[in-house]
């Protein structure tokens, strides 16, 4: 007879395994909810909608009174790549065909593309025709085309639709003739059609590119994207990151989730990488891509980010060539660098070789340090810099024999400077003090 087995309760291993694998589970549908929002550059400028002073609500406010008013409206947004300015218009648009659904009608053109006159016609002839469901022949020639866009915008405007225009990479359209910005602006000039034309360009002269006859039928309406402020950013890291309370996670999951955030947010370590961050580009799209980059580095077993995610995910972003090489310098290099950073704080605006061994002098003269080398074991050390390009001659003449006497400035920041010489083993303190004593953190 064959014996059953013998069936034991679980044992403590595996009943923490089984909580363990509940929260990676949790914490796996958490990361998968942040890399969403990190991944929609229209939630991030969304956490803007509700100041009066944005550009979403300016932007909103001029369609939206075009769309009231039966108006026609132009109008350009400036600003640097990476700034928002195709989300800020993908999320008043999506907002306006909500409470607008048959009223709109949006044609979407890339400078890179249809930057052509005859192209950008024939693209704006098959979308329309796309939209209203109407038969678009290939073979029809530019006068066909742009006829065609003409009764569209009169019949558009006619039935009280407007016809949105988005011209992406906007300078690239004032190449050429301009023949395709004068056929929309001056069709605008009527009172039948419909329509808002709305240009995208990270050129803050984009309007001055226009030719006089176009000009005079733009509206000069600009709107600017900057980057956006520390307490700005500061707003847009918790709308980001923070966990919603009313979700399906676990109550005490989400509190200690964002009381965790909380911390690392106000952390001094924290605000120097992301002042570090914002010293290099201080657009929203480069601020998304760290954070997607910490919320992958986040401990799984846990569930938490911590302060080292954002860390790892500024070192893997920005990869520093310059600060590596420090790394490996010698003692005599860091004095020569250390000694034309304090140069250029004097506000010595030229300086050469002979002025650099000058201020060496006066370091090893004024705190009496045993690093004392002689003048062609420096212009070696010297030369390597140059080869390493740490440092460059400020003129063209540069290759020539004597070297010693032609102008130099420093090719790294004191900001990266002094993370050289903490990372460097073998730095004496002396040049950390002077860093310290001279305030360059």
Excluded at 9 to 22: K, V
């Amino acid at each position: 007879m064959r014996r059953k087995p013998l069936c034991f309760p679980p044992s403590a291993r595996s009943l923490s395994q089984r909580i363990r694998g509940d929260a990676m589970t949790v914490a796996e549908k958490a990361q998968a909810l942040l890399r969403r929002r990190l991944c929609s550059p229209t939630f991030a400028h969304a956490a803007f909608k509700s100041s009066p002073e944005s550009n979403y609500s300016k932007l909103r406010f001029l369609i939206s009174s075009s769309i009231a008013e039966a108006c026609n409206n132009s109008v350009l947004l400036l600003g640097p790549r990476g700034s928002g300015k195709i989300a800020v218009v993908e999320l008043v648009l999506e907002d306006l065909k909500a409470e607008h659904p048959d009223a709109i009608s949006v044609i979407r053109l890339n400078g890179l593309l249809h930057s052509d006159d005859n192209c950008a016609l024939k693209e704006i002839a098959r979308q329309l025709c796309v939209e209203h469901q109407l038969l678009f022949s290939k073979m029809a020639s530019s006068d066909d085309n742009s006829q065609f866009v003409m009764d569209m915008l009169r019949e558009c405007g006619l039935a009280h639709k407007t016809i949105i225009v988005i011209l992406d990479e906007f300078d690239l359209f004032t190449q050429g003739k301009q023949r395709l910005l004068y056929s929309l602006l001056d069709a605008m000039q009527t009172l039948i059609s419909q329509a808002v034309v709305i240009g995208v360009s990270c050129r803050l002269d984009a309007d001055q590119l226009l030719e006089k006859r176009i000009r005079s039928r733009f509206s000069h309406r600009k709107l600017l994207f900057v980057p956006p402020s520390k307490e700005d950013v500061q707003r847009l890291l918790e709308c980001l990151l923070h966990l919603p309370k009313d979700s399906s996670f676990p109550s005490k999951y989400v509190t200690e989730f964002n009381r965790r955030l909380s911390n690392i947010l106000s952390d001094k370590k924290f605000k120097e990488v992301l002042d570090s961050l914002l010293d290099v580009d201080g657009s929203v799209s480069n601020l998304l891509r760290l954070l997607f980059r910490a919320v992958s580095y986040m401990d799984m077993e846990s569930g938490l980010l911590s302060l080292e995610n954002f860390k790892s995910a500024y070192l893997c972003t920005y990869r520093q060539p310059k600060i590596d090489n420090l790394e490996d310098a010698s003692i005599l290099e860091l004095y020569i660098l250390v000694c034309m950073n304090r140069l250029e704080t004097k506000e010595q605006n030229s300086y050469n070789f002979n002025s650099i061994m000058k201020e060496y002098k006066a370091i090893h003269d004024a705190y009496k340090t045993s690093d004392n080398y002689a003048n062609n074991v420096c212009l070696r050390a010297f030369e390597h810099l140059l080869e390493q390009e740490l440092i460059g001659f400020t003129d063209s003449k540069g290759r020539t024999p004597s070297i010693e006497f032609h102008p130099v400035k420093l090719l790294i920041s004191s900001r990266e400077l002094y993370q050289g010489l903490t990372s460097n083993s073998s730095c004496p303190a002396i040049l950390q003090k002077l860093f310290d004593h001279e305030s360059y953190k």
